[in-house]
């Protein structure tokens, strides 16, 4: 049986151009390029970067709480305790992937001008 950390790194793992590293504060970072999409501690906590409207929003809707050190920011937080945690972990990862992947077009795009 595969744990829930091995599960949300292998999903999260295999989009495209997305890495993976240990993260300074442990558990496991993943990465669009330079870009930060979010870490997990373990299996217990994922804690995911974003502007403060959409960490708002997420807060609001409950589909994430502020984060757990540093709640003023426009980090998000997500305790892992189930399988509907897991699931909902992953869907925050791919907003951030996609975020990351829109600011990369952007830039991009605005290089070849």
């Known amino acids: 049986m595969e744990d829930i950390g091995g599960h949300i790194e292998r999903e999260v ?3 495209e151009g997305v890495t993976t590293h240990v993260h300074r504060f442990g558990g496991t970072e993943f990465r ?3 870009r930060a999409l979010g870490h997990l501690h373990g299996e217990r906590w994922a804690d995911l970067p974003f502007q403060r409207a959409i960490r708002d929003m997420l807060v609001e809707t409950g589909r994430a709480q502020p984060h757990h050190v540093l709640p003023e920011t426009g980090w ?17 990862f791919r907003l951030s992937y996609e975020r990351a992947r829109v600011a990369e077009n952007v830039r991009d795009s605005h290089h070849l001008r």
């Open 13 to 15: 793992g295999s989009w």
């Open 32 to 34: 669009l390029g330079r």
């Open 76 to 92: 998000v937080s997500r305790q892992i305790r189930s399988d509907e945690d897991v699931a909902e972990v992953i869907e925050l």
